[in-house]
């Protein structure tokens, strides 16, 4: 066909009404190109791979951002659990007041409850082993109301803790010595009585009251509780305390809550909060979390531009067919949202995919690691190396909506090109050679 009658036949051409946009007309055909066909089943291969990247992608920036916000969840549960959100030590003058500067603490609106500790490190040891741990006395009433004790007491009980010489254990660390209740646990701390030839470590044996089980193996396998009296007495700090530990209701406000605490003190006072204490753990784990995420962000770009790759193939395939709805009537607005479909289609149907099979996931991490561990005879998640008894996973809304959001901007800023491009066909260029 000569290009001089190609353009008289279009030129001849009715002049027809455009479809409306996004009409079944122009869905119909944007599906019919997602299929595999003989001549451009290479077309369909890319859209399949295009498919399970953003499928995979999405499904494992979900799982993974779950489970760093499990992990940074469960420490600082955990971690708090034990540690308290602000720390109040003496300075200048002993801690001697530690009640009445307990009380008035307590008074201030936000603070949950506040109590003092006497800490001190011995070595524990029993007949089958010895460990370094962290000695801390406690009253009862606090030691019931601590959220990492109180609530996972596994053997023994709590009650009447203040007045015998029992002492609450760690359960990993009474596992690791071989102790059960009633049996005795021997401290061995220096500072003990001053003799002619020197100071002699003070020894001492307790009944094992209770073990408790945070989760957390380093501090299962580390703490140990006495009572605060006999803490006082065996550390030499009688009618002293070392450290106030404040809860507070909100943690993630703790400026505000400083500038109430403080006036409350009425002493010099040293106060440390728990961002301080353990900054760089958690920002090691939010820079961890931030480069996760732009690492697997990756996975939906390279399906983004395979998107891309595969419409451009589908528009050269489909060149003849294009100028064949041209001189039908069929608008260059009309062309871009046919391609604009077929693109958007690989990507919103990956995505949502991606979104269930990640969530699928994300709530099923921890059995689904139980079933690899069985399977591979292997502990794939251990304890003593990640501190955590089980795999944690969090999923948070707002995470899901960022992932979802940006891999559908990815994946719909991918189909403009290849759209425009379809648009921009010259009918006669296309037929030249028909």
């Known amino acids: 066909m000569s290009e001089a009658v190609l353009e008289t036949t279009l030129e001849a051409t009715p002049s027809l009404s455009p479809t409306r946009p996004f009409s079944a007309f122009e869905w119909m055909i944007a599906l019919r190109y997602l299929r595999a066909r003989r001549t451009h089943g290479s077309v369909s291969v890319i859209a399949g791979f295009s498919f399970a990247g953003i499928v995979l992608g999405v499904a494992a920036l979900i799982v993974v951002m779950s489970v760093m916000n499990g992990f940074r969840h469960d420490f600082l549960d955990k971690i708090i659990g034990l540690n308290g959100h602000m720390f109040l030590q003496g300075v200048d003058t002993p801690l001697t007041d530690y009640e009445a500067v307990t009380e008035r603490v307590s008074k201030v609106p936000g603070v949950s409850f506040a109590l003092p500790l006497v800490e001190g490190q011995a070595l524990a040891s029993s007949p089958y082993g010895s460990s370094f741990t962290l000695v801390r006395g406690i009253r009862e009433a606090d030691l019931k109301r601590l959220p990492g004790v109180g609530a996972n007491v596994r053997q023994g009980t709590l009650d009447g803790f203040d007045g015998g010489q029992g002492a609450v254990v760690g359960a990993r660390l009474a596992e690791h010595l071989s102790l059960r209740i009633g049996d005795k646990i021997t401290l061995l701390a220096p500072g003990g009585a001053q003799t002619p030839f020197g100071v002699t470590p003070r020894r001492k044996s307790y009944d094992v009251a209770a073990t408790f089980q945070v989760g957390m193996s380093n501090f299962d ?90 419409l451009i193939m589908l528009v050269q395939d489909k060149a003849h067919d294009i100028a064949i709805l041209r001189t039908m009537g069929a608008t260059r607005g009309a062309v871009m949202r046919i391609f604009l479909i077929t693109g958007a289609t690989i990507g919103i149907v990956g995505t949502t995919f991606g979104l269930l099979l990640g969530l699928i996931v994300a709530h099923n991490v921890e059995a689904i690691r139980q079933g690899l561990n069985w399977l591979l005879g292997a502990n794939l998640f251990s304890a003593e190396i990640y501190y955590l008894s089980q795999l944690p996973s969090r999923v948070e809304p707002g995470d899901v909506a960022a992932v979802v959001a940006m891999t559908l901007v990815l994946s719909l800023a991918a189909t403009i090109y290849p759209s425009w491009r379809a648009a921009r066909l010259d009918p006669v260029e296309a037929l030249r050679y028909e």
């Open 221 to 310: 396998n580390t703490f140990i509780f006495l009572p605060q009296a006999e803490a006082q007495a065996y550390f030499n700090k009688d009618g002293r305390a070392d450290v106030i530990e404040v809860y507070v209701d909100d943690p993630d406000h703790m400026d505000g809550m400083r500038e109430r605490i403080e006036p409350a003190l009425q002493r010099p006072m040293i106060d440390i909060d728990w961002r301080e204490r353990d900054r760089t753990f958690f920002d090691a784990l939010n820079v961890e979390r931030n480069v996760m995420f732009a690492i697997l962000t990756l996975i939906v770009l390279v399906a983004a531009l395979n998107i891309i790759s595969g």
